[in-house]
Nanobody, 121 residues
Framework: QVQLVESGGGLVQAGGSLRLSCAAS????????IGWFRQAPGKERELAPA????????YYADSVKGRFTISRDNAKNTVYLQMDSLKPDDTDIYYC??????????????WGQGTQVTVSS
């Protein structure tokens, strides 16, 4: 089993930045993919990740490309999502997900509890 705990969400003004963290514990050696997914208020969680890391490759949805950066610190078993130039449309719950070898699109095996990001205009 793998446990994922997100942190770093909060309230920020448009144009500001936040850095989300996803700390993994348990069988972390089994993790080959990490993705960050978004869920807008009153909507289902998006099927495709906003950003993902699989092996040495990264993926970004068009909506966040150039503004968000996914990175990891292997020594800390932590993955980060640096979010810059935030927009009110980025207001979502952000979930971290992890899985074994496979497509960055999923499916993912483990999910965190989510962290709320609110961007005010």
């Amino acid at each position: 089993q793998v446990q994922l705990v997100e942190s770093g969400g909060g309230l920020v003004q448009a144009g500001g930045s936040l850095r989300l963290s996803c700390a993994a514990s348990g069988r972390t050696f089994s993790i080959h993919r990490i993705g960050w997914f978004r869920q807008a208020p009153g909507k289902e969680r998006e099927l495709a990740p906003a950003a993902a890391m699989s092996g040495g490759s990264t993926y970004y949805a068009d909506s966040v490309k150039g503004r968000f950066t996914i990175s990891r610190d292997n020594a800390k078993n932590t993955v980060y999502l640096q979010m810059d130039s935030l927009k009110p449309d980025d207001t979502d719950i952000y979930y971290c997900a992890a899985g074994g070898a496979g497509s960055y699109r999923g499916p993912y095996d483990y999910w965190g509890q989510g962290t709320q990001v609110t961007v005010s205009s």
